[in-house]
């Protein structure tokens, strides 16, 4: 086994042991910090297919966005150290089956794919291509998904602020 190979392994536990903890703590705060973890080890997973900029973009906009945003929301609506409901037996026992079945289907897959390599070489892009097709109003530009994506997480935040405010009684 190559270093490499053992640095994906661990990655790959790592994430899937974060969101593991994220999907199953009873404790919303502790949900969203594990959910963190798990989005920061794929930015690691990023860094380690040596595309750089994705990861960054990883941790700009979701670990520095999309998570605070979580936290915000949390902290607003007051149910930070709140526990959540234990789930009922059957939804357990039914999850456990999802999970099982979800491997098994996996393993089947992958098993009877045989994996080839390409001789094709990895597409040399730099940051100046990159920022144009960002920024471009063409056909295949990215400015209208990416304001469309500020405002979604506008509109979040606002959400969150109305449903956070208390409501005074009359007296």
Known sequence: MTASQIIFYLLS?????????AVTSRKIFRSAIW?????????GLYFWLQ?????AIQIVVYVGGIVVLIIFSIFLTQKSGSEM????????????LA??????????????HEFKET??????VNMANIGTQLLSTTE????????????????AMIGCIVIAMKKTEAV
């Not at 959910?35 to 930015?43: D, E, K, P, Q, V």
């Not at 595309?51 to 990861?55: G, S």
């Not at 409901?85 to 456990?96: D, L, Q, T, V």
């Not at 295949?140 to 509109?155: D, N, Q, R, T």
């Open 13 to 21: 536990a790592f994430i899937l042991g974060s969101g593991m903890l």
């Open 35 to 43: 959910l963190l973890f798990s989005l920061i080890g794929i930015a």
């Open 51 to 55: 595309v750089e900029f994705i990861a």
């Open 85 to 96: 409901p234990k789930p009922p037996k059957w939804r357990r026992e039914f999850a456990i």
């Open 99 to 112: 999970v099982i079945f979800g491997f098994g289907f996996v393993w089947q897959l992958i098993s009877h």
């Open 119 to 124: 001789s094709t070489t990895a597409l040399d």
């Open 140 to 155: 295949h530009g990215y400015i209208l998904p990416f304001e469309v994506v500020s405002i979604l997480l506008l509109a």
